[in-house]
Structure formats: structure tokens, C-alpha cells
């Protein structure tokens, strides 16, 4: 039996032999040279394999809690361009609803104001939308790999980006059975997210430019200006440990460093010492400006799960659980969890990622809009405790600021006892949070002075907010659920849901806030992808435009009796799926003006209790000029602003596959 140094030394020997004669499912591993990590980070490395193995038996007895399935409002905040950026600032089109001015994040649907470029299935649509009338498909990008599945896209004037994972099972190789003749050899399953560049300057001529992939699944990815990040999590294989096996480390490939994939060393990955986990982060960078030079590649022993990027820093927050039994004389009692979260800081230069510091709050935070960077200072909103419990465990809510080291210097704690953050939103030297238990508390907070943080005022109504979006610097828009009290089966009083609200908030007053305008969409089980992902939302206070897309559930409030008050809610029925579209202005509020919808009145007499026709649901929608484009992946719609009057509809069958100009 060998030693575990003896095995890591065997192993490499067979890497090395494997680097020349063999490949697995196309992967051709390699030794690699030592990337940016080999710089000074201040972070200590792992350098040996049994390093690595005490490490991961310390990360047992510290819990990571690892979840996957989950505009700053500052007129001094400059705006890089560079690269021919696309933006909507200097144009009629609108861009993806970010949350950092000058920081896009990449979605579903772009546009350049006059084509449209669209994740669809297993393809990327690039459609020809101008003039609306003669609207047609231009090209189909197609993937010769059939493990790539796109699903997010970048835009700019030079570059379009794709962004998908890859999935396939390689065979296994390990110092244990490599070298014995199997009948069926082991696989073992390969998980890699791939971005890929293409020049669409010529769009007759659209050619690819270079490809990065990293081992591990997506975890994130930000584009300023040339420059492009992209985050994946990758966990340790214990079963490839405990077989010496070569993929002790996760890979990378960079067409522009060999295009083979490079397996990291050991010596080059640096861990985090209060936060170690059984995984590995992968953080990269490169400039769109230089498609030849080597992309920045950094790795590490730890995990993340909300990103947060500002113009010029990167922020990588987990949450970590500490349990503690504490003994009394008779027995042993239960403490819950001490939550905390681990924040990794990187700096944002030109094509390159360095790390910079590391820092820790109580608490948990809820996603990436829980965070904020503001004049050199970070902010973050937490919630401490567990929600079931009513004793001096119970859930409360934080925020707190922290200096450009990740020093916390200002916190206001114990907010809302009892409650849980639903949402927050940093504008400036504010902050807006909504918590809630059975009414929602809007708080008003503020944070001009760092070391002191402090609530301005409050408001409470029904109902509650899982999206905030600034409409200007004193009115602010909640989308979320409406509720209702009401005796649950134990008797007690509870909140339940009922249809999707949406809420426009006057904090002219900050010490008291108005609900100055809402609308009720639906009834129970109305839901909106835009309660998850803020992307979903077209607005623009010029064009006096509010649109997103809901699915209605109704009840039939004549064939059901009308409910005592304290009976729980019925759900709706399906009705409606498609796009809901208001007018919004500080005079008249929220007016409806109308919904479209891709389904046909066939399919509404198919329809039953619930609708699962998700290739004819609308996900996106966005305007160029003055024509609003609904998106889904069976069709897109093109109808006026003004009027919401059809113009042209154009359908994306698969059928039509066929006859479009393919591209790889």
C-alpha cells in the first residue's frame, strides 16, 4: 500500500505518460504553467497532497452552506465604455436591467438596436428586427459540441459572448486500476462552463475568436467595458482522492494558452484559513481587446454563492454555519447555528482578477443585492437567527458597513425581531429594506455616515417586496406578493400570499415613506420570474414604461363561495401568461395599459388548472425605438409602445432550423 505522498508521486508519472499518449472525451490534460496565482496573493497555499487532506478533514467541522438553485443611483459614478460598449445612455434601445451602472451581467436576450441575439434551446437566434414589419431571422449560431448548452449571452459593438456549461462522462483514470484491462471502465462525470467569444462586426461574416472553459459549474460573470470575468465552484472529488486519481485539482482551457485543458498544481492553488471548504473557486479574466493574450486564471480552496461587482472591485460572499451543543450539568442542549458570511474581495483591472483581502459578517446574506460598494465602502444586509424559533434565537436583520481592508467600521443590528429580509436595495447614501412576517416593514435607512448607520423611517402594509428598483433618487418601485391575515389550520394568526403587488414608494419624507401607487396582479399562485431575477424587467422612466412578465392564476370568485376570514386562501386557476405592461410617472402612478401574450386562444381552451407550455411563455421583452419586442423561445412579437397594436409577429419553429446560415 503506498503512502498518500507516494501515490501523488505515481500519479503524476501517469499524468505525465497520459499528457502524451492519451485524451478522454477530447480533454487532453496538461501540466500547465504557473499562472497569476503564482504571485503574491497573502494567502497560504495547499502545496502538497497531504496539506490537502488535512485541510478538507478540518472543512468538516466547519459547515459551509453552499446554494446554487438562487442601478448605483450616483451621478458622480463614472461609466467606461471602451470597446464600442453597448448602452442604452447614448441610443433608443434598451440594455439588460443591471443592477451597477457600467457593469453589465449577461442574460437570454440582447440587442444592438438593430438585431436581436437570443439563447434559444441549443442555439443562439440573431435576429434582424429593423424595421419591425420586415422582421426576420438573420443567422443561427450552432454548436458542433453537442455536450455545450448556451445559456447566457454579452453583447458589445465588436463581441458577442457566449456563456453555457458542458456536460459529459470521460473515462476514469487512477494509479489504482489504470494499468488493469477492464471490460467496462469506470467514467465519471465531466462539468465545465464554457465561454465563448465571436467578432460579429460583419454580420455575413460572424467568426469565432477564442474560447476559455473552466472546470466546475456556473457561478457567476460580469463584462466592464473590454474586460470579462466569469466564476465557476467545482467541488473536490473525494472519490478521485481516495483513488489517487489525476483530477485532484480542477482544469482550465484558454484557446488563446494551447487550447488543451491544463489541470492546476497543488503548489499554485492558495486556500481561505477561516473559511475552507471541499471546493475548489475558479476566478478568470480576460481583455476582448487583446483575443491573443493569456487569460487570467486564479484558484482556490473555497466556495462562493452571491456575487457582487462594482466598476472596480469583485465580491464573493458564502455562508458559513458554526455549530455549537453547549453542556449543562444534567444534559446536552442545542444551540442553532452561529450564521455567518465569508466575503473574498477582487480587485477588477484590465483583463486580470487579483485578490485582494477577505473579511466576515454575522449573519446571511440574501443575494447580490444584499451588497454594495459606495465612496471605498461596503455594505451588506444580513439576516441572523432562524425564523421558527420565538426565543433570543429568532431571526433579526443587519447591515453593516465595512472599510476598503473588509474592517467592519458601522453596523445597525436587531432590526425587525421575528422577521427576515425579503429585500433590500443601497442608492447611494441610502438604503431601502423590506423584511417581513405577516406586513411588510419598508425601512428606510441611512448610511452617510459609515460608522453610523441608522433607520430614517418606516412603513408598514400588506403584503411584501422581493425586488426593489429605483425609479429616481426618491421614489422606489417593490414588486413582490400581496397577503392576507389569517387563521392557519393551528389556529393561529398567519400571512399567506395571494397575488403578485406591485408598489410605488414616495420617500421624498424619508422619515415617513407613502405607498403612493399599487397594483394587484392575479390571485394565489400568480407567480413572476421577476421576484428571482431582476433581469426580467423592462423599464424606462423616459419612455414611461413598466413591463414584465406574469403568470395570471385567477379564482372564480362566483363558482366559489365566499371564504370566512379565517379560512386559508383557495388558489387560482390558470388564465394568463404573458407580458403585463404599465405607465408609471410621479402624477398618476402605476396605469395599466395592457398585456401580450404568445399563447393562442387554442391554447387557453387547452389550458387546465396550470400551463406547461413554457416554449410559447414570454421572458423577455425590451423596445428599440418605438416598438416593444416580446421574447419567447417559440416567437417574438413586435407591437407599438404607444398602443400596444400588433405590427408583425415572427415564429421560431424548429422546422425552420434548417434553412438558417449556421455557425460554429
Known amino acids: ?211 476559455l472553459e473552466l472546470e466546475g459549474t456556473y457561478l457567476s460573470s460580469r463584462k466592464i467595458a473590454s474586460s470579462f470575468y466569469l466564476l465557476t465552484n467545482k467541488y473536490v472529488n473525494y472519490y478521485s482522492i481516495q483513488n489517487g486519481e489525476e483530477d485532484i485539482a480542477p482544469s482550465w482551457r484558454d484557446s488563446a494558452q494551447g487550447g488543451s485543458f491544463v489541470a492546476e498544481k497543488l503548489e499554485d492553488i492558495c486556500y481561505f484559513p477561516n473559511c475552507i ?26 466556495s462562493g454563492d452571491q456575487v457582487y461587482a462594482s466598476q472596480n472591485n469583485l465580491y464573493v460572499a458564502i455562508q458559513k454555519n458554526d455549530y455549537q451543543v453547549t453542556a449543562w450539568p444534567n444534559d446536552m442542549v442545542y444551540q442553532p447555528p452561529e450564521y455567518s458570511t465569508n466575503l473574498y474581495k477582487f480587485e477588477l483591472q484590465p483583463g486580470k482578477v487579483p485578490y485582494y483581502g477577505t473579511g466576515t459578517v454575522p449573519g446571511r446574506a440574501l443575494n447580490q443585492f444584499s451588497m454594495d460598494e459606495n465612496a471605498g465602502y461596503f455594505r451588506i444586509a444580513t439576516t441572523s437567527g432562524e425564523n421558527w424559533r420565538n426565543d433570543q434565537f429568532t431571526t433579526s436583520n443587519n447591515v453593516y458597513v465595512l472599510n476598503q481592508d473588509l474592517q467592519v467600521c458601522g453596523k445597525l443590528e436587531n432590526i425587525a425581531p421575528g422577521e427576515k429580509i425579503y429585500s433590500t436595495r443601497f442608492m447611494g447614501d441610502r438604503a431601502y429594506m423590506v423584511t417581513f412576517q405577516q406586513v411588510d416593514p419598508f425601512f428606510v435607512l441611512d448610511l452617510k455616515d459609515p460608522s453610523n448607520p441608522t433607520i430614517l423611517g418606516k412603513l408598514k402594509i400588506p403584503g411584501y417586496s422581493d425586488y426593489l428598483h429605483p425609479y429616481d433618487e426618491n421614489h422606489i418601485i417593490g414588486f413582490g ?68 412578465p406574469v403568470t395570471v392564476m385567477e379564482v372564480d370568485k362566483q363558482a366559489i363561495p365566499k371564504q370566512s376570514e379565517n379560512l386559508i386562501p383557495n388558489y387560482g386557476t390558470f388564465t394568463f401568461q404573458g407580458l403585463y405592461v404599465y405607465s408609471i410617472d410621479l402624477s398618476k402612478g402605476l396605469q395599466y395599459r395592457g398585456r401580450i401574450s404568445h399563447l393562442s386562444s387554442e391554447d387557453y381552451l ?7 407550455d413554457i416554449d410559447k411563455n414570454i421572458d423577455r421583452a425590451l423596445y428599440i425605438d418605438d416598438t416593444l419586442y416580446t421574447l419567447s423561445s417559440a416567437m417574438i412579437k413586435a407591437n407599438n409602445i404607444s398602443d400596444l397594436s400588433a405590427i408583425n409577429t415572427l415564429n421560431l419553429p424548429h422546422a425552420e432550423s434548417g434553412r438558417l446560415q449556421i455557425m460554429e
Not at 387547452?606 to 406547461?612: H, M, V
Request: hydrophobic share 40%; charged share 20%; aromatic share 8%.
Open 1 to 211: 500500500m503506498k503512502s498518500p505522498a507516494g501515490r501523488l508521486r505515481f500519479s503524476l508519472l501517469v499524468l505525465l505518460l497520459l499528457a502524451v499518449l492519451l485524451t478522454a472525451g477530447g480533454i487532453t490534460y496538461g501540466l500547465g504553467t504557473p499562472n497569476s496565482l503564482a504571485q503574491e496573493t497573502g494567502l497560504p497555499r495547499i502545496g502538497t497532497y497531504d496539506n490537502l487532506m488535512k485541510l478538507l478533514e478540518k472543512s468538516q467541522s466547519q459547515s459551509v452552506y453552499y446554494d446554487r438553485n438562487t442601478l448605483k443611483m450616483e451621478a458622480s459614478a463614472a461609466v467606461p465604455q471602451g470597446a464600442g460598449a453597448v448602452t442604452a445612455a447614448d441610443s433608443n434601445f434598451s440594455t439588460t436591467n443591471v443592477q451597477v451602472e457600467g457593469v453589465d451581467e449577461a442574460d437570454l436576450v440582447k440587442t444592438d438596436g438593430t438585431y436581436i441575439y437570443q439563447v434559444n434551446s441549443d442555439k443562439v437566434l440573431i435576429i434582424n428586427a429593423e424595421p419591425p414589419d420586415q422582421m426576420g431571422l438573420a443567422a443561427a449560431i450552432q454548436f458542433e459540441d453537442a455536450a455545450f448548452r448556451p445559456t447566457e449571452i454579452y453583447l458589445d459593438a465588436d463581441n458577442l459572448i457566449v456563456i453555457g456549461s458542458c456536460y459529459q462522462q470521460v473515462p476514469m483514470k487512477w494509479s489504482g486500476s489504470m494499468l488493469r484491462p477492464q471490460i467496462y471502465p469506470p467514467i465519471h462525470s465531466f462539468q465545465s462552463t464554457r465561454a465563448i467569444i465571436y467578432d460579429i462586426k460583419d454580420k455575413n461574416n460572424i467568426s469565432k475568436v477564442r474560447e
Open 277 to 302: 471548504s471541499s471546493n475548489y473557486l475558479m476566478v478568470a479574466a480576460l481583455d476582448l481587446n487583446s483575443p491573443q493574450s493569456p487569460a487570467d486564471i486564479n484558484t482556490y480552496l473555497g
Open 481 to 548: 406578493k400581496d397577503t392576507v391575515v389569517s387563521k392557519g389550520w393551528n389556529g393561529q394568526n398567519q400571512a399567506f400570499y395571494e397575488g403578485m403587488k406591485v408598489a410605488v414608494f414616495d420617500v421624498t419624507d424619508v422619515g415617513n415613506p407613502v405607498e403612493m401607487s399599487r397594483a394587484v396582479i392575479g390571485d394565489r399562485g400568480t407567480d413572476s420570474e421577476l421576484l428571482r431575477n431582476h433581469k426580467t424587467l423592462l423599464f424606462s422612466a423616459e419612455k414611461n414604461l413598466l413591463a414584465f
Open 606 to 612: 387547452k389550458a387546465g388548472d396550470a400551463w406547461y
